[in-house]
């Protein structure tokens, strides 16, 4: 996985890795299953927001990053 390492994320959250691991696997299997009905998703993080629509992917960084 190396999108997220649930190390630290199970560190922080005070679980064990394996509640982690599932729940990231979970989370993106769930935004699959989206995409896959065609549904619209957008998904904003503090540096960029992630939009899919019409099964297409548009990303959008903050303007911070680019300076």
Known sequence: ???ANPVP???ACQMGKD???DTLNSIFL???DLIKLDK???LCFG???VSFVN???K???ADYLSR
Request: charged share 10%; glycine share 4%.
């Open 19 to 21: 509640v982690v691991d």
């Open 59 to 61: 990303v959008t960084f």
């Open 55 to 57: 099964r297409g992917l």
């Open 9 to 11: 994320i199970a560190a």
């Open 1 to 3: 996985m190396i999108y």
């Open 40 to 42: 619209h998703i957008l």
């Open 47 to 49: 540096f960029a927001n």
């Open 30 to 32: 769930a935004v699959q």
